[in-house]
């Protein structure tokens, strides 16, 4: 009688620990292809995002539509923003990977920033009346922190081919391309390292809001340059 109840039983864990690991999977085939969760770590993007937003990346926007200036993008670092090798333990290591597979913590080498300049543009701070200019042109900037200047440091670069130069919208709190450009790379982040653009703020539920992108404008995509 108790080998009969204790089968059940048996059955049921595994059923379980299957339901599980299909769930794992397939959320880990979804966010590897499709959407993914990221931790916003930093006030670097406000006022768009604040410290501590959980948001949903889509991985595919940029397969249909090239990266444009104004873009928000999420990026892998490695090489440009973050060191290539990260100096924690294999525990550590592990620890941190899940709390950023959980959307529970930021990432040492994930970024989000916005997109300044492109492949072959021109990109100066500042210019007479204090605007960022790209190819000659300035730059309106609305997203910019409140009283932040659009740089403190001042800087002329030419993006290589390839490459984009990218900028937090809290100018006074970001470390972004500014931060690196007597760096190997000179602060450029490779176009291939972008993993997607945020499509949404899913938590605190009080942010719950979509991400909308930039109109497109004259100029203003790869394709354009």
């Known amino acids: 009688m108790d080998q009969t ?19 794992v999977l397939i959320s880990g085939v979804v966010r590897s ?16 995002f604040r410290e501590g937003d959980r948001i949903v990346v889509s991985r595919t926007d940029f397969r249909a539509e090239p990266v444009r200036r104004g873009d928000v993008v999420v990026f892998d670092g490695r090489g440009s923003f973050a060191p290539l090798n990260s100096s924690q333990g294999p525990v550590l290591g592990f620890v941190a990977a899940a709390g950023h597979w959980l959307g529970l913590a930021g990432s040492d080498d994930t970024y ?8 072959g543009d ?13 190819n000659g042109q300035e730059v309106a900037e609305p997203y910019l922190y409140a009283g932040d200047a659009p740089s403190e440091q001042t800087f002329s670069v030419t993006v290589p081919a390839g490459r984009l130069w990218l900028m937090g919208d809290h100018r006074s709190m970001s470390a972004d391309s500014r931060s ?37 404008a004259a100029d203003t995509t790869m394709n354009g340059q």
């Open 180 to 216: 690196l450009l007597g760096a190997p790379g000179g602060g450029m982040v490779p176009v291939d390292r972008v993993i997607g653009r945020p499509v949404q703020i899913i938590w605190p539920l009080d942010r719950f809001t979509a991400v909308e992108r930039p109109a497109v």
């Open 122 to 134: 021109d990109v100066v701070c500042c210019d007479a009346h204090g605007r960022l200019t790209v």
């Open 112 to 119: 989000v920033k916005r997109v300044i300049g492109l492949p």
């Open 5 to 23: 109840k204790r089968q059940p039983r048996k059955l049921g864990w595994r059923f379980a620990l299957l339901a599980l690991a299909l769930a």
């Open 33 to 48: 292809l499709w959407l993914d969760v990221y931790f916003i770590p930093s006030a670097s993007m406000e006022p768009l």
